[in-house]
């Protein structure tokens, strides 16, 4: 079964930038879909972004221009460049793996000043 540890979070001023690492143990990342959510207090857990296997990307509209999705297959990890961060972005975030049912635990980001 393929483990994935979310790591890089913490607390940044609006504006700031942060990049959070999904690494993935037993299965090569290049393999994937690599999804990031996020899961704000007493929210949803909603669509963050994702890479394919292919490379292709994708993002939801509230990040555009301002997270960047990419993939080490040599580290086996997919990092999450967020910059110009709002309050908004608050959130435990988390990645997963083709949209199925593995989890890690998440990384807390917390936007403010």
């Known amino acids: 079964q393929v483990q994935l540890v979310e790591s890089g979070g913490g607390l940044v001023q609006p504006g700031g930038p942060l990049r959070l690492s999904c690494a993935t143990s037993?299965?090569?990342?290049?393999?994937?879909?690599v999804v990031w959510y996020r899961q704000a207090p007493e929210k949803q857990r909603k669509f963050v972004a994702h890479i394919t296997n292919a490379g292709s990307t994708n993002y939801a509209d509230s990040v555009k221009g301002r997270f960047t999705i990419s993939r080490d297959n040599a580290k086996n990890t997919v990092y999450l460049q967020m910059n110009s961060l709002k309050p908004e972005d608050t959130a435990v975030y988390y990645c997963?793996?083709?949209?199925?049912?593995?989890w890690g635990r998440g990384t807390q980001v917390t936007v403010s000043s």
């Open positions: 037993g299965k090569s990342v290049g393999m994937y879909t």
């Open positions: 997963n793996l083709n949209y199925g049912p593995n």
